[in-house]
């Protein structure tokens, strides 16, 4: 079992920036994907960034290119998500999720069910 907490969010001006943090607990001994997902108000939830478990592997989806970056620290058992020049629109819940693989890449996209686990999310809010 692994436990997932999201950490780092808040409220931050258009144009700021923000770091999120994925800490897990529990079985960490194996190799997992992580990706960081977000749900804004009446909208469905919708993949932001993953990281592969052994091949170095990251995504963004199109929306977040050249703006945000993920990271892992496997040292800490943690995941980061540097978020620049943050926009209205990025305003959401950033959850967390973890897939038990050793298969190369990682879902965003698509498959969310292929997580295995999820983190109870952080709120994100970027306004003036």
């Known amino acids: 079992q692994v436990q997932l907490v999201e950490s780092g969010g808040g409220l931050v001006q258009p144009g700021g920036s923000l770091r999120l943090a994925c800490t897990m607990s529990?079985?960490?001994?194996?190799?997992?994907?992580i990706g960081w997902f977000r749900q804004a108000p009446g909208k469905e939830r919708e993949g932001v960034s993953c990281?592969?478990?052994?091949?170095?592997?990251?995504y963004y989806a199109d929306f977040v290119k050249g703006r945000f970056t993920i990271s892992r620290d496997d040292a800490k058992n943690t995941v980061y998500l540097q978020m620049n020049s943050l926009k209205p629109e990025d305003t959401a819940v950033y959850y967390c999720?973890?897939?038990?693989?050793?298969?190369?890449?990682?879902?965003?996209?698509?498959?969310?069910?292929?997580?295995?686990?999820w983190g109870q999310g952080t709120q994100v809010t970027v306004s003036s």
């Open positions: 999720a973890a897939e038990k693989t050793i298969v190369a890449g990682c879902w965003l996209t698509t498959h969310q069910d292929e997580y295995d686990y």
């Open positions: 529990g079985n960490t001994k194996a190799y997992y994907a």
């Open positions: 990281a592969g478990s052994t091949d170095g592997s990251t």
